[in-house]
């Protein structure tokens, strides 16, 4: 669906996957994660996602002026959750609301998974 952005100079049209792409580059850029998660699981296997699509990691769902983010994440063995959490959620927020100008409801985090060792 996206959002159109009235501005003076013109309408601009950002599309849910361009606000999922960034959600999910700024989710991998923290320290603590291994990589994005699909969103759905099937046969209770969760598949690690490579770079080209970090936007299946991420649900996108825009109201108004505002956005809700859901990520599926995978996080490396010793890390505190919590902390990823909190980090991811700072500047996922952070970044989303600066390059869009949307301000983000919520950013709901889903560990699909934890990596042990660089196997």
Do not use: P
Request: glycine residues 12%.
């Amino acid at each position: 669906m996206g959002k159109e952005l009235q501005t003076e100079l013109g309408r601009i049209y950002v599309a849910d996957d361009v606000i999922a792409t960034m959600a999910g580059i700024a989710t991998t850029e923290c320290y603590g994660i291994v990589g994005m998660a699909s969103s759905r699981l099937q046969d209770g296997i969760s598949e690690l996602l490579g770079r080209e699509n970090l936007a299946r990691g991420v649900l996108v769902e825009v109201d108004n002026d505002s956005v809700e983010i859901d990520l599926y994440i995978v996080v490396g063995y010793g890390t505190r959750i919590s902390e990823i959490g909190r980090n991811v959620t700072d500047k996922v927020r952070y970044v989303v609301e600066s390059y869009t100008g949307l301000k983000v409801r919520g950013v709901h985090i889903h560990v699909r998974g934890v990596k042990v060792g660089n196997a």
